[in-house]
Each structure stands twice: as structure tokens, then as C-alpha cells.
Nanobody, 113 residues
Framework: QVQIVESGGGFVQPGGSLKLSCAGS????????MGWARQVPGNERELVAQ???????TYSDSVKGRFTISRDNVKNLVYLEKNNLKPEDTATYYC???????WGQGAQVTVSS
């Protein structure tokens, strides 16, 4: 069965950095547009970064200039590097193949002093 698993979440102070990884099993991520979305309890899930199979990247205004999405097609991995983190970046971050049902279970990121 298809599995997508996020890793690298944790606790970080404001201004710090964190890199999330997303690994696909039984799915060739290189053929899909992949995305990272985040969700805070009580709010809708927000797509913050996406990368097409050709490598084109798009970001939400809330993270543009601070987050970078990338992919390693050989290792079947997708990354989200986050810099200059703010408390409002605290959320559960999900990785998935866009326009499919294949999304991971999420990784918690907490930004606090």
C-alpha cells in the first residue's frame, strides 16, 4: 500500500530553522506534484509549498522567502526547509501528492521561546 511519512518535526525557538523530510513508499513521488500543507486545530489545512514533477515551486505568501521545498527523485524524498521560523508557524505539517488521496500523518512543529 502507498505510504507517505513525514519526519523532522520538533521544537524550535523563534528565528530558528528546521528541515522536514517526506518519504514515499509504493509511490514514485517524482511523477507527482508534491506539496506541504499545515494545519492548526480549528483551522483549515493550508497548502504552503508545492513542487511540480518538473521542479517548479510555488509558496503561500505566509512562508515565501523563508521556506524552501525541494525533492530528491533518486531517494524518493521531498523536503521542506524552514528558516526564520515564527510562533505562527506552529502547526502540524503534512506532505502529500497533490490531487490524490496520498498524504502522510503529519509532523508537529512548535515554534516558541
Amino acid at each position: 500500500q502507498v505510504q507517505i511519512v513525514e519526519s523532522g518535526g520538533g521544537f524550535v525557538q523563534p528565528g530558528g530553522s528546521l528541515k522536514l523530510s517526506c518519504a514515499g513508499s509504493n509511490i514514485a513521488c517524482r511523477y507527482f506534484a508534491m506539496g506541504w500543507a499545515r494545519q492548526v486545530p480549528g483551522n483549515e489545512r493550508e497548502l504552503v509549498a508545492q513542487i511540480t514533477s518538473g521542479g517548479s515551486r510555488t509558496y503561500s505568501d505566509s512562508v515565501k522567502g523563508r521556506f524552501t521545498i525541494s525533492r530528491d527523485n533518486v531517494k524518493n524524498l521531498v523536503y521542506l526547509e524552514k528558516n526564520n521560523l515564527k510562533p505562527e508557524d506552529t502547526a502540524t505539517y503534512y506532505c502529500g501528492a497533490l490531487r490524490t488521496k496520498y498524504w502522510g500523518q503529519g509532523a508537529q512543529v512548535t515554534v516558541s521561546s
